[in-house]
């Protein structure tokens, strides 16, 4: 059944390689906006979120034989941009919060220990509790959210609970997810800088459109059902 499923995910991703370069396109202009305004940077953070939230919508308009095109894509992101600015600031907010408050139980010095330590410094602690911990549960929101259309809430509460539904499909995606890392940290087991940050981010965009496919087939599958 696994490599059924992984067969299949790999060969939708792969036919939805526009999807993919585009979302190449965003992050090379990422990382020159970057260069120029941290400010401006910061506010296409609310685009890029619409266009990766959007993604499982523009991979089943493909499967359905809709007409893909730019336009369609830009619109759409935008859209899903204006529903996200109030949750993303409501989440940055929380972070901060908690990060202050971590800041002034444990002191900062050793706050500052902690962020120094190695293993931050090579991002693989933000990014083993990025996808472990917020990615796998909430692995089918962008399904609600696009394809659905629900709110962002409710999007986050029905994926949460599909997820422990089906734990198969969360071992799968863990899978995927493992796989990008070992494939990243492989091929840059030192931080990144410059073209190397580049190229992970690349692996990790592929890889984030293989689950994006692989979880539009769970669900496609279970609305036949």
Same mark, same amino acid.
């Not at 809709?66 to 996200?84: D, I």
């Not at 734990?167 to 799968?172: D, E, N, Q």
């Not at 990008?180 to 580049?198: A, C, K, T, Y």
């Given at each position: 059944?696994?490599?059924?499923?992984?067969?299949?995910?790999?060969?939708?991703?792969?036919?939805?390689?526009?999807?993919?370069?585009?979302?190449?396109?965003?992050?090379?202009?990422? *990382?020159?906006?970057?260069?120029?305004?941290?400010?401006?940077?910061?506010?296409?953070?609310?685009?890029?979120?619409?266009?990766?939230?959007?993604? @499982?919508?523009?991979?089943?308009?493909?499967?359905?034989?809709?007409?893909?095109?730019?336009?369609?894509?830009?619109? *759409?992101?935008?859209?899903?941009?204006?529903?996200?600015?109030? @949750?993303?600031?409501?989440?940055?907010? *929380?972070?901060?919060? +908690?990060?202050?408050?971590?800041?002034?139980?444990?002191?900062?010095?050793?706050?500052?220990?902690?962020?120094?330590?190695?293993?931050?410094?090579?991002?693989? +602690?933000?990014?083993?509790?990025?996808?472990?911990?917020?990615?796998? @549960?909430?692995?089918?929101?962008?399904?609600?959210?696009?394809?659905?259309?629900?709110?962002?809430?409710?999007?986050?509460?029905?994926?949460?609970?599909?997820?422990?539904?089906?734990?198969?499909?969360?071992?799968?995606?863990?899978?995927?997810?493992?796989?990008?890392?070992?494939?990243?940290?492989?091929?840059?087991?030192?931080?990144?800088?410059?073209?190397?940050?580049?190229?992970?981010?690349?692996?990790?965009?592929?890889?984030?459109? +293989?689950?994006?496919?692989?979880?539009?087939?769970?669900?496609?599958?279970? +609305?036949?059902?």
């Amino acid at each position: 059944m696994f490599k059924k499923h992984i067969i299949e995910s790999f060969s939708l991703a792969n036919k939805n390689l526009e999807i993919y370069l585009i979302g190449i396109s965003i992050l090379i202009a990422q *990382t020159i906006i970057a260069r120029f305004n941290n400010l401006l940077s910061f506010l296409t953070i609310f685009i890029v979120f619409g266009f990766y939230a959007s993604i @499982p919508l523009f991979i089943d308009g493909k499967v359905k034989n809709k007409v893909f095109n730019l336009k369609e894509v830009f619109v *759409t992101s935008m859209k899903n941009s204006r529903r996200l600015i109030v @949750p993303i600031i409501l989440v940055i907010g *929380t972070f901060l919060s +908690l990060c202050f408050g971590i800041l002034f139980l444990l002191g900062a010095k050793k706050t500052q220990e902690i962020f120094n330590s190695s293993l931050v410094r090579g991002n693989l +602690l933000q990014e083993v509790f990025i996808f472990f911990v917020l990615t796998i @549960p909430f692995a089918f929101t962008s399904i609600y959210f696009s394809v659905e259309n629900m709110g962002v809430l409710k999007s986050l509460k029905k994926s949460f609970w599909y997820s422990l539904e089906n734990p198969k499909a969360v071992l799968l995606i863990t899978l995927f997810g493992a796989v990008s890392l070992i494939i990243r940290m492989g091929i840059f087991p030192q931080p990144l800088n410059g073209i190397e940050n580049f190229i992970s981010g690349a692996i990790t965009q592929y890889f984030g459109l +293989l689950i994006a496919s692989y979880t539009l087939l769970i669900y496609r599958k279970r +609305l036949s059902y």
